[in-house]
């Protein structure tokens, strides 16, 4: 299958191995994984999904918190046959990446946090909230293009920038709010313990928005993790440095042990899911 599906996701289906469950950040959708993808198009098959109130999925009733999101994408991987995935999440969708690998450990064979947030602090959350009552009010010009700005900070103003920029202001504004709100008092720190999977950290060298504490974090709760920092990338590597993100986590994903059966790195020769 390849292409975008009906429940809000896009599955570029490549050969064995376990698939990337693709998760992005806020004011994103799937499509900020389609640089990426491309590169590791013909290597991995690709699943790149919509939260809801992203991109085709509608808002939830109510905020759902990481570990609802996270839920939600085991019955999307039980939907698609997956069998093992490794997760892969940017900013907030890498608090519902780590989200799925602490509760679908049987299911995550690596686990991949891009601009890694290890908890929203109550002066994020404040951002947040202010966030969606400004676009609930206004509409998403309300919060642009600081939002924007904010998140490529240090980055040049060129195509990939302004396609996310346009993507970001058409979101929809109660999509956006209620997807925001459901990220607030959000921690993965008690989940470190439960994730037992290889994990890889990528932070951003010029990320204004993440402090490095949060990768640091998540280095001293995680057994088997490593960090590789992308110097000169900000807050949404995924669009603003894909080259240097697609070839960190190809090189991770053939170097880690393969979850079960012995089989050596988790490449795409013979390591089916």
């Not at 994103?28 to 992203?54: F, H, S």
């Not at 602490?102 to 601009?115: D, G, I, M, Q």
Request: glycine content about 14%; overall charge neutral; some cysteine.
């Amino acid at each position: 299958m390849s292409g975008p599906g009906p429940s809000g996701h896009k599955d570029d289906g490549g050969p064995g191995g376990p698939p990337l469950l693709l998760i992005h950040g806020l004011g994103g959708d799937r499509r900020m994984w389609d640089d990426c993808a491309r590169r590791w198009r013909g290597r991995r098959r690709c699943i790149a999904v919509d939260l809801p109130g992203a991109g085709a999925v509608r808002p939830a009733r109510l905020p759902p918190a990481p570990a609802e999101l996270a839920a939600r994408l085991a019955g999307l991987c039980d939907r698609l046959g997956t069998g093992r995935v490794v997760a892969v999440g940017c900013a907030v969708g890498s608090l519902v990446a780590a989200a799925f690998a602490a509760r679908e450990p049987a299911r995550t064979a690596a686990l991949v946090l891009v601009n890694p947030i290890l908890r929203i602090t109550p002066e994020a959350g404040a951002v947040l909230r202010e966030r969606a009552a400004a676009v609930r009010a206004g509409g998403m010009a309300a919060i642009l293009p600081g939002a924007v700005e904010r998140a490529f900070a240090g980055q040049p103003d060129d195509s990939r920038r302004r396609a996310f920029a346009a993507g970001f202001a058409a979101h929809d504004p109660e999509g956006y709010a209620s997807l925001a709100l459901g990220f607030l008092g959000a921690d993965a720190g008690a989940d470190c313990a439960r994730i037992s999977c290889p994990v890889l950290l990528v932070p951003g060298g010029e990320d204004a928005i993440l402090p490095p504490w949060h990768a640091a974090g998540y280095l001293e709760r995680l057994a088997d993790a490593r960090c590789v920092p992308v110097p000169e990338g900000a807050h949404f590597l995924p669009v603003q440095r894909p080259e240097a993100l697609a070839a960190i986590v190809e090189a991770f994903l053939d170097a880690v042990p393969a979850a079960a059966g012995g089989r050596g790195g988790l490449s795409t020769d013979g390591g089916g899911p």
